[in-house]
């Protein structure tokens, strides 16, 4: 697969929250995607309308429409991922978002790029009634992905698929986002997908794990509980998002690595 331009929309997981920070920018797996494919053509180029919080809607009113202005065919990788964030909401109404994500992706599809769509991990080595009813939610989402993909004839990037990712050491103090490791297993997976140059040991599993004591998960938990879920809880109740005011990093086509405009 030849790729000359890679453009990705959608949200946190896109943006590359919680990666390494690069120019003062999350790095995330779609840049080191980026760099992969900027070593196969002169002419590439990249862009990332992603945004962290984004729900459905805003994916595919605010950052598809203009993203579908820089396609330029088949060359064209175009990744969408969005919908996620919808899930984990208490008022979640899959009788909306399903079908407007199945439609925004047939729109992508109709300019003739290449489609990229990602499913999300269904389960963690987490227990319990919330873990149970995120799984059920998920494994919906999940059937409508392979659903569209295999009617427009979109790549899908499975996170069921290894289950290496369910280890918690790929995600963040947050316990939501990717880590560098993760973000780095996420783009290795998708670059063997698009048969372009990868790390072909990215399927091996971590050693295992130390450990905790009692006292140390405690003081974990309350930790994560005072840094990320109380904010969380606190900009919900205010009908607030973590990206509110943002924008994409990279919202036209730029020469990559380099920061031209193409």
Same mark, same amino acid.
């Given at each position: 697969m030849r790729v000359t331009r890679f453009i990705a929309v959608g949200d946190s997981f896109t943006e590359g929250m919680c990666d390494e920070i690069v120019d003062g920018k999350y790095r995330g797996w779609a840049d080191r995607i980026a760099d992969v494919m900027a070593h196969q053509s002169t002419e590439f180029t990249y862009s990332n309308f992603a945004v @962290? *919080?984004?729900l459905i809607q805003q994916v595919a009113a605010e950052q598809v429409p203009i993203a579908l202005t820089y396609v330029t065919g088949s060359r064209t990788l175009f990744s969408f991922h969005a919908g996620a964030n919808d899930v984990l909401r208490p008022n979640y109404k899959p009788e909306v978002s399903l079908p407007l994500y199945a439609q925004t992706v047939r729109k992508v599809a109709e300019s003739g790029a290449t489609v990229l769509l990602f499913t999300v991990l269904e389960r963690t080595d987490r227990q319990g009634k919330t873990a149970d009813l995120w799984a059920k939610r998920f494994s919906e989402f999940n059937k409508n992905v392979r659903a569209v993909a295999k009617e427009v004839g979109a790549i899908v990037a499975d996170a069921n698929e290894e289950g290496l990712l369910s280890d918690r050491r790929f995600l963040a103090d947050d316990r939501l986002h990717l880590n560098p490791l993760g973000h780095d297993r996420i783009a290795q997976g998708i670059l063997e997908i698009l048969e372009l140059p990868y790390e072909v040991n990215w399927r091996q599993p971590l050693p295992p794990a130390e450990k905790l004591s009692q006292a140390r998960r405690y003081k974990s938990n309350v930790k994560w509980f005072l840094t990320f879920f109380l904010p /969380?809880? /606190? @900009? @919900?109740? @205010? *009908?607030?998002?973590? *990206?509110? *005011?943002?924008s994409g990093k990279h919202s036209l086509p730029i020469s990559w690595p380099s920061k031209g405009i193409a």
């Open positions: @962290r *919080g984004k /969380w809880i /606190w @900009r @919900r109740l @205010r *009908g607030r998002s973590s *990206g509110d *005011g943002m």
